[in-house]
């Protein structure tokens, strides 16, 4: 049997610790179905060296969680670590 589908609530619960770090979940792109949550850029995206980032929150089974940051800097190196 598959996970639920993360609710409303259960997302708002979620990425609460996020958002007071200044972190805002991108709703469009998240995979509530998968229990996949992804972050917008922060607010240094646009500067001229800052590296894209992406950062995704995956709800596993038991409670447990899988925090991914992806960072690609402007030549293309590409930096991923999970926690």
């Known amino acids: 049997m598959s ?3 993360l ?8 990425v609460e610790p996020f ?7 991108d709703l469009a792109a ?9 972050f917008k850029p922060p607010a240094t995206a646009g500067d001229a060296g800052a ?11 038991r409670g ?4 991914t940051r992806m960072l690609e800097r402007r030549d293309g190196a590409p930096a991923t670590r999970r926690a």
Request: hydrophobic residues 40%; proline residues 5%; glycine residues 4%.
């Open 30 to 38: 998240c995979e509530r179905r998968e229990r996949r949550l992804l």
């Open 64 to 67: 447990a969680y899988r925090l």
């Open 3 to 5: 996970a639920p589908l």
């Open 51 to 61: 590296p894209n980032e992406t950062l995704r929150l995956e709800v596993l089974e």
């Open 7 to 14: 609710t409303h609530h259960a997302v708002v619960a979620l």
């Open 19 to 25: 958002a007071r770090g200044g972190r805002h979940v």
